[in-house]
């Protein structure tokens, strides 16, 4: 009798060990938003002013904010924020929304939109939306894999938007929101941050 409920117990164990794996080889599907500060001479005061050219140039509808359900062009934009005594490039932080999908036989992150804003110095100040840009319209995808920077350590590598833009690149980047839960404490953020880079890592190697 011991022994076969010692049998029993081996199998019922070999079972949850089988099950967990099967649970962590899952599909797994995120949608990830941080906010990050645009820096003139750094990577994203960088894309900031690329976007703008091209936006413009090859005639790239952007909206105000998720608000705004009217699109227009970076000129009409441009006019709108005058008259409010601003320009697009006064943007100074930008929020990025990242989507991952993975299972175990592929991964995949977007970067799906970009929105940047004008933040105050006084904080009380409500946040004055400058422009938000979908990151998946053809333009942008291209400029965002085919632009970026030179290493000024050494100027024979270039490094694409894409590449600069991602999370775990993002050294000042904070996460403000998972899914549809907003995050407004900075520990939980910060542990939120950690969470989702560990299990890209998890799937990526």
């Known amino acids: 009798m011991q022994n076969g409920k010692g049998k029993a117990s081996l199998l019922l164990l070999a079972g949850l060990v089988v099950c967990s794996s099967a ?3 899952s599909r797994w599907k995120q949608t990830v938003q941080a906010i990050t500060p645009v820096v003139q001479d750094e990577i994203t005061g960088a894309l900031l002013d690329s976007l703008v050219q091209v936006a413009d140039r090859q005639a790239v509808p952007v909206r105000r904010s ?3 359900e009217e699109s227009m062009s970076v000129l009409e934009l441009s006019d709108t924020l005058l008259d ?3 320009d697009v490039l006064s943007a100074n932080q930008v929020f990025i929304t990242y989507e991952y999908e993975a299972d175990p036989r592929s991964f995949k992150q977007e970067i799906v939109e970009l929105y940047f ?6 904080y009380e100040d409500a ?3 400058i422009a938000l840009v979908d990151a998946r319209h053809p333009v942008v995808r291209n400029m965002l894999v085919s632009n970026g920077t030179r290493l000024e350590s050494n100027e024979a590598v270039f490094e694409p938007f894409w590449d600069q833009l991602r999370l775990h690149q993002l050294e ?3 996460v403000v929101k998972v899914g ?3 995050l407004r404490d900075e520990a939980e953020a ?3 941050k950690q969470r989702i880079l560990k299990i890209i890592q998890r799937f990526l190697y």
């Open 84 to 86: 409010e005594g601003l």
């Open 127 to 129: 946040d004055v939306p």
């Open 172 to 174: 000042s980047g904070t």
């Open 180 to 182: 549809g839960k907003i």
């Open 117 to 122: 804003i004008y933040r105050p110095v006084e």
């Open 23 to 25: 649970v962590g080889q």
């Open 190 to 192: 910060t542990r939120e």
């Open 66 to 68: 998720p608000d705004y």
